[in-house]
């Protein structure tokens, strides 16, 4: 089992920056990240982070959103520069532990972003 508790997120003008922030539970976790979801749209890939160090990021966020993690800690935060209103949306921790040969994903409560002037 994993429990994924997420901090962060917030109102924030066009262009600004907002830091998130999750802690997991659990050990043997391979990738960590955030993923986000706005209103009437699937939940769509931020940046994720495995074990090795590959990090995996949307085209959307490049250059703009760095994600970084500590594997002895168990956290994963993102931090968010030159937001733009389309970043508006509620971002979930994601987790992905593997069991043997499968695996789950965890994911946190969600936290809501709101870049608006």
């Known amino acids: 089992q994993v429990n994924l508790v997420e901090s962060g997120g917030g109102l924030v003008q066009p262009g600004g920056s907002l830091r998130l922030s999750c802690a997991a539970s659990?050990?043997?976790?391979?990738?960590m990240g955030w993923y986000r979801q706005t209103p009437g749209q699937g939940r769509e890939l931020v940046a994720v982070?495995?074990?090795?160090?590959?990090?995996n990021y949307a085209d959307s966020v490049k250059g703009r959103f760095v994600i970084s993690r500590d594997n002895v800690r168990n956290t994963v935060d993102l931090q968010m520069n030159s937001l733009k209103p389309e970043d508006t949306a509620v971002y979930y921790c994601?987790?992905?532990?593997?069991?043997?040969?499968?695996?789950?994903?965890?994911w946190g409560q969600g936290t809501q972003v709101t870049v608006s002037p």
């Open positions: 994601y987790a992905r532990k593997y069991y043997g040969v499968g695996y789950i994903d965890y």
């Open positions: 982070e495995s074990t090795d160090g590959s990090t």
């Open positions: 659990g050990i043997s976790i391979k990738d």
